[in-house]
């Protein structure tokens, strides 16, 4: 039992690459979430999803994008990175409105 | 919509005294009250957590206390240890599918 699964753990971007964060769950989980992590802001939700097919903004959804297309994945894209999006990013499921389980996260770096 | 205010921004504490993180919330209809920890390079782990219709709850040398007139909730830990040194994070949430969290507090515990 695995639990959520980020990859890639760790990433180097230049301005404008894009690129995708899979989340993984073997827990069976509805709901998933993409939280970004900075210093001084604790976590912010980006996007979330309550189950297969569906997703929604959270509080900082701007410039990323998400798909939830399978129950146990949560993609999340950056299809032109900028400096601003250097972060690490914490994937997220829970079985309903209670204890979030947390990925490892993943660090990216925009240059 | 659900805003947290979390103060202090860090705490210092010598061992075996006690640490006290408070974190007030707007929303009046938020209904769900969790408290994560943080270890340096580590994922959030939820710690305790608390329901609108309950004023405190406790688990060894933890407690969560709500004041739902006053709109805040408050994290106690007693008998402080180094290994009680993380970052904690307070959250709600509204009967809702996500779970808006608070800046941070950096607990340091001195031997």
């Known amino acids: 039992n695995a639990g959520v699964t980020q990859t890639p753990k760790f990433r180097v971007l230049k301005t404008g690459q894009s690129m995708t964060l899979l989340c993984a769950q073997d827990m069976n989980h509805e709901y998933m979430y993409w939280y970004r992590q900075d210093p001084g802001m604790g976590l912010r939700l980006i996007h979330y999803?309550?189950?297969?097919?569906?997703?929604a903004k959270g509080e900082v959804p701007d410039g990323y994008n998400v798909s939830r297309l399978k129950k146990q994945n949560f993609l999340l894209g950056l299809e032109s990175a900028a400096p601003s999006q250097t972060s690490v990013y914490f994937c997220?499921?829970?079985?309903?409105?209670?204890?979030?389980?947390f990925g490892e996260g993943s660090r990216l770096t925009v240059l | 919509g659900e805003n947290v205010e979390q103060h202090p921004s860090t705490l210092s504490v010598q061992e075996g005294d006690s640490a006290v993180i408070k974190c007030t919330y707007s929303d009046s209809a938020s209904n769900y009250f969790p408290w994560y920890k943080q270890e340096l390079g580590k994922r959030p782990q939820l710690i305790i957590d608390i329901r609108s219709n309950v004023g405190e709850k406790k688990d060894q040398r933890i407690a969560v206390t709500l004041n739902k007139t006053a709109k805040h909730f408050s994290l106690h830990i007693t008998e402080t240890q180094p290994e009680d040194s993380a970052v904690y994070f307070c959250?709600?949430?509204?009967?809702?599918?996500?779970?808006?969290f608070g800046t941070g507090t950096r607990l340091q515990v001195f031997p």
């Open positions: 997220a499921s829970s079985y309903a409105t209670g204890e979030l389980f």
């Open positions: 959250a709600l949430s509204y009967n809702t599918d996500k779970l808006i």
């Open positions: 999803s309550v189950g297969e097919g569906t997703t």
